[in-house]
């Protein structure tokens, strides 16, 4: 409806007249149009790695130039976009094509195209990285931020940027993983409640898995409380291929894990966990044998994971054929003979005996990091570090995932233990001798998996400031 604009007549003092403006119309993108349209939209995208001058601006609308980094232009003349009126009063001088986009999705974008930290100056968000930019300033009503995207003259953070990889992230900007590539798994209480994420698999699972020992107990959805709904997704939950935007601290991933670790002999003291004494501690029980791979050996092993690395490039030039990390996988849902393609120990260049362990040199000591300092550690790194420590964390992660579904009856019971002794006294739940050890394997992969989620971006302060379902423009 357009809004009359009163002017008087000055010839006439008891007379006025009225002015009708019609305001312009502009596209809008919401977050949930965007999830409805990728399995529609998504499989014509042929968003790929941009190199060099390719990254410079094609297009004068910089929100153009985020949505071709997807090459989803094309969402532009779907039903999916909707149009509104605005009043371009409140827009800056020469602002001819803006986008109204809620600032939930702008965030899922920013993410998945690169942005991997997130600071809140004023009230104004800025998404940024080393490679790219999504900054905000205050805007004119009815959009209270305008917000513009740049891209640097650098490599690209991420190695695809196809339809395919938004899934792992869309339920990740909810605050949720998968379980068995088919049940959502919230970490958060605000998703907890929502129909069809109460996860009857996954405590079905436990449940015919697990050993039928003297310490089984039952695990059910009624043990979804507290610190309970993150451990039970870390412990539990598929890997994340591609793990770009997460509610960390909003999930209390760091807190979750602190506590998981009270209930290990090994996790518990912090001034031993090295690499060491991880391996001392299986041995003394004779379980297995930890295998290290020094930071010289993994730097030649030709991994990829999701994130862009620079070491690929002499590896390249050396004539290596790199080898794809398989995440996306539990290794409780994985134990099921319908669901064993896929987990598999890391192609080591080494040959490694059925009953070791792998542990990559400086793993245990970054996990150590993340616990006492939280993802301080994490954000203060360069692109090209977390692109390794990326690889890294995912590489680990596969190798723990296989050795827990090698273990799968005792692993689950161990499991099920922590989740429900979850809030009980530690002194009378850490275990020691062979249960014991199955159990640090675990923690330790609650542990990957808050690292891994952590160096994505972090958007809990929007949440916090109740700022996602904001509608804002981008220029």
Request: charged share 20%; glycine share 6%.
């Amino acid at each position: 409806m357009s809004c009359p604009t009163l002017t008087k007549d000055p010839c006439d003092p008891a007379s006025f007249c009225f002015t009708i403006r019609k305001n312009r119309t502009i596209p809008h993108l919401k977050w949930f149009s965007l999830v409805d349209a990728l399995p529609h939209l998504g499989p014509t995208w042929n968003g790929e790695p941009q190199l060099g001058t390719d990254r410079l601006a094609r297009y004068r609308e910089t929100w153009m130039n985020l949505l071709a980094v997807f090459g989803a232009q094309d969402i532009l003349s779907s039903n999916f976009m909707k149009n509104i009126p605005i009043d371009t009063e409140g827009l800056p001088a020469r602002c001819e094509n803006p986008l109204a986009i809620d600032l939930a999705c702008a965030a899922l974008l920013a993410g998945m195209a690169g942005c991997d930290k997130l600071v809140m100056q004023e009230g104004m968000p800025t998404f940024s990285s080393d490679t790219c930019r999504l900054q905000f300033t205050p805007g004119g009503a009815p959009f209270t931020m305008i917000g513009r995207f740049k891209q640097e003259l650098t490599m690209p953070t991420y190695c695809t940027y196809s339809w395919g990889a938004f899934k792992s992230p869309l339920r990740g900007s909810m605050g949720a993983l998968s379980y068995g590539s088919e049940e959502t798994m919230p970490l958060t209480h605000w998703l907890a409640s929502a129909d069809g994420m109460s996860c009857p698999n996954l405590f079905q699972d436990i449940q015919q898995i697990r050993c039928n020992c003297l310490h089984a107990v039952d695990v059910s959805s009624a043990d979804r409380s507290g610190l309970k709904l993150p451990v039970l997704a870390l412990l539990f939950a598929d890997s994340p291929s591609h793990p770009r935007i997460f509610p960390s601290e909003r999930c209390n991933l760091r807190q979750a894990v602190n506590t998981l670790a009270d209930h290990s002999i090994y996790w518990r003291h912090v001034m031993d966990r090295r690499r060491e004494t991880f391996a001392a501690t299986f041995e003394s029980v004779g379980i297995s044998t930890i295998n290290p791979v020094s930071k010289a050996e993994f730097d030649i092993e030709p991994f990829t994971g999701d994130r862009f690395e620079t070491r690929w490039l002499n590896l390249y030039r050396s004539g290596r054929s790199l080898k794809a990390i398989e995440l996306g996988y539990s290794w409780l849902a994985s134990a099921k003979p319908s669901r064993q393609e896929g987990l598999e120990r890391p192609k080591w260049q080494r040959d490694f005996d059925d009953s070791s362990l792998v542990i990559i040199d400086g793993m245990i000591e970054h996990c150590n990091t993340y616990m006492t300092t939280g993802m301080s550690s994490v954000q203060q790194m360069t692109s090209s570090v977390k692109g390794l420590l990326h690889t890294t964390v995912s590489c680990q992660l596969q190798e723990v995932d296989w050795w827990l579904g090698e273990r799968k009856d005792i692993a689950a019971c161990e499991a099920s233990i922590l989740v429900k002794n979850l809030t009980e006294s530690e002194s009378s739940h850490a275990r020691g001798g062979e249960r014991g050890c199955v159990r640090a394997i675990l923690i330790f992969r609650a542990i990957l998996m808050a690292l891994l989620l952590s160096i994505g971006l972090d958007h809990s302060a929007l949440k916090e400031a109740g700022l996602l379902d904001n509608q804002i423009v981008l220029l």
